[in-house]
């Protein structure tokens, strides 16, 4: 088992403690999750939004995902700890979770005080803004919060948590649709839960859970790779992720605004080039380098989608 290389201690200034408490909400990755509600209001919407509602949206998601990835730190405080001590926290550096480092508070390196403080701080701001988009939008961060909350809180009880996993994943598309549309399509709103729901299962939770299948067996969580070993779980990844893709090109029948051939295309070669490439690689070669590829990949996959229906929207493609 390879060892996490000790941490120097860090120089208690104002700059470093930014930098751990950023590591806590995992901004790195947080950021790249960032895209998924402005690409599923535009696919809804059809169009760029009023100035104001574009920036309150960036300002309520970065908020929302800020606090929900520190939430998940700070209820799986304890779980941390004990992987730090079995020496866990394998190869940490190639990790997009760990950037800037990984698990901070389990490390000793903030107090859970100042991690309880930023939490709240940031959820009251994703408050605030969501209220001003549309009250619905409280609803839904409430109700993700919750679902983050019970995920940790299962880590040891039941593998079934992956697919809540997904539904948390859903939630910030969800809210950016009703922050521009009071009463969207009930249609879209199913393929778009869809959508998201087997990304983030089979590109995101189930491959990081393969990453810490070391640390989590002897942890004795219960995690999808733990559970029913590599062969179902590589199965696994790779029906949900295409079905992603499928639910993708449907999602673009739905919208409002129709997609032309050229788009089309984009979005298939997105998905096949972040998604089921890796996947496919990983389906054949069960290794954790290739879990660790797919993931880190699958996370560009909102983000590149949104660059794409930008860049459609500026040209009229």
């Known amino acids: ?7 120097a201690p860090f120089e208690r200034t104002a700059k470093t ?17 960032m ?36 939430l998940n730190d700070l209820i799986d405080y304890r779980s941390d700890k004990e992987k730090i001590s079995r020496g866990g926290l394998l190869d940490p550096t190639d990790d997009l ?30 408050l605030i803004g969501a209220y001003l988009l549309n009250p619905v939008c409280v609803l839904i961060f409430l109700g993700g919060s919750a679902l983050e909350a019970v995920y940790c809180l299962l880590l040891r009880v039941s593998y079934l948590r992956t697919f809540i996993s997904g539904a948390v994943k859903t939630s910030g598309g969800l809210a950016a649709v ?25 590109g995101q939770n189930i491959p990081n859970d393969w990453i810490d299948t070391e640390e989590d067996r002897h942890l004795q969580a219960e995690t999808v790779p733990v559970r029913f070993g590599p062969d179902k779980a590589r199965a696994l990844i790779l029906i949900a992720l295409v079905l992603a893709v499928a639910l993708n090109i449907v999602l673009l029948q739905l919208a409002p605004v129709g997609f032309g051939l050229l788009s089309m295309i984009a979005y298939g070669l997105t998905g096949l080039c972040l998604l089921l490439w890796p996947a496919y690689h990983l389906y054949r070669a069960k290794s954790r380098s290739n879990a660790l590829r797919l993931f880190s990949r699958a996370s560009f996959y909102p983000l590149t989608l949104l660059a794409i229906v930008t860049f459609v929207f500026l040209f009229r493609l």
Not at 1 to 7: D, G, K, L, S, Y
Not at 108 to 120: F, G, N, P, Q, Y
Not at 183 to 197: D, E, K, T
Request: charged share 10%; hydrophobic share 55%.
């Open 97 to 126: 979770d760990a950037v800037i480092v990984r698990h901070p508070l389990a490390q000793d390196l903030l107090t859970i005080k100042e991690a309880v403080v930023w939490t709240i701080a940031w959820a009251l701001v994703a």
């Open 1 to 7: 088992m390879t060892m996490i290389p000790a941490q």
């Open 178 to 202: 009703f922050a521009v549309e009071p009463n969207p399509s009930f249609g879209f709103l199913v393929v778009l839960f869809g959508w998201l729901f087997c990304w983030e299962i089979g």
């Open 35 to 70: 895209a998924t509600p402005p690409l599923c209001a535009l696919l809804w919407l059809g169009r760029f939004p009023e100035p104001m509602v574009i920036l309150l949206g960036l300002l309520t998601s970065f908020a929302g995902y800020t606090s929900v990835y520190a």
């Open 17 to 33: 403690q930014l930098k751990l408490l950023l590591a806590l909400s995992r901004t790195p990755h947080g950021l790249l999750d």
